[in-house]
């Protein structure tokens, strides 16, 4: 009885240090290729890749938008990656989804980068490539947004010819995470709740901003036209929008499925209004349509109540 009672309180403890544990470890290295582990420190964010050989490949599901990386429940701790020397290649899909990873560190002993090895990593703002990599896998960097001074690659691989191996290269990447390109903004990439779109831009792009739940206050300038595709789309806590007089298109639901937006006023300068604009928009109560407006699609206010 005493040695149950023993073995019995070891475990209990054992749960205990699993349950508040801030930092996991494990093994990553592909089986007989070289002893590679991994440590993820969740409260600085840190991972580190350590040891000698390949990492091994993942698998990425997208149907149910699911990773296999070994640190796959963790990825919204991960923010900053250290690879260390003696790691010979980064697998496929290694970082997938790792969506607050900011910084990579790649030494000079990697060769190859994987397949979608940095696929959706939209806060990485840059990534050194050293001179030792000679291949890059199919759209490693798809979602992934850099400007090319931030996306250094060496003189062995041609990656405008490659397409950036998926990335895509902004002109100019704020602060505050709005890639702009020839004065479109073709994506946002921050997590703030307010939102202050520059002088310098005249369009807002498709998707841009769908699905930023978080934001509630965006600025837009007199120096926009237009408004893209889906652009607002599904910003669920966006209470109003002023849209200035300088904008004379608005595109197929681009403010659909804000369920938190009160009142809207489309300026004198549109015309039309297309379908499912305002679609799904259950709290708007009160829009101001001018005269200037001479079509309004069937579908632009469905389901607004």
Known sequence: MKQMKSVLLFLSLCICININAEVYTGYCGVYGSGNVKWTLDTETGLLEIYGSGDMEDYIYYDYYDYPTSRWHNYLGSVKSCIIGDGVTSIGDNSFC????????????????IGDYSFYRCSSLTSVAIPNSVTSIGDYAFTGCYFTINNFI????LDA?????????????????????????????????????????????GDYTFRNCSNLTSITIPNSVTSIGYYAFA?????????????????????????SRLTSVTIPNS??????????????LTSVTIPN????????AFRGCI
């Open 97 to 112: 989804l790792c969506t607050s990873l900011t910084s990579v560190t790649i030494p000079n002993s990697v060769t190859s």
């Open 153 to 156: 690659n060496n003189s062995s």
């Open 160 to 204: 405008k010819s490659n397409n950036y191996w998926g990335a895509t290269i902004c002109d100019e990447r704020t602060d505050d995470g709005l890639c702009i390109t020839a004065g479109v903004v073709v994506k946002y990439v921050g997590n703030g709740t307010s939102v202050a779109i520059p002088n310098s831009v005249t369009s807002i």
């Open 234 to 258: 599904g910003c669920s806590s966006l209470p109003s929008v002023a849209i200035p007089n300088s904008v004379t298109s608005i595109e197929y639901s681009a403010f659909s499925g804000c």
């Open 270 to 283: 549109v015309t039309s209004i297309e379908g499912n604009v305002f679609s799904g928009c259950s709290s």
């Open 292 to 299: 200037s407006v001479t079509s309004i699609e069937s579908s």
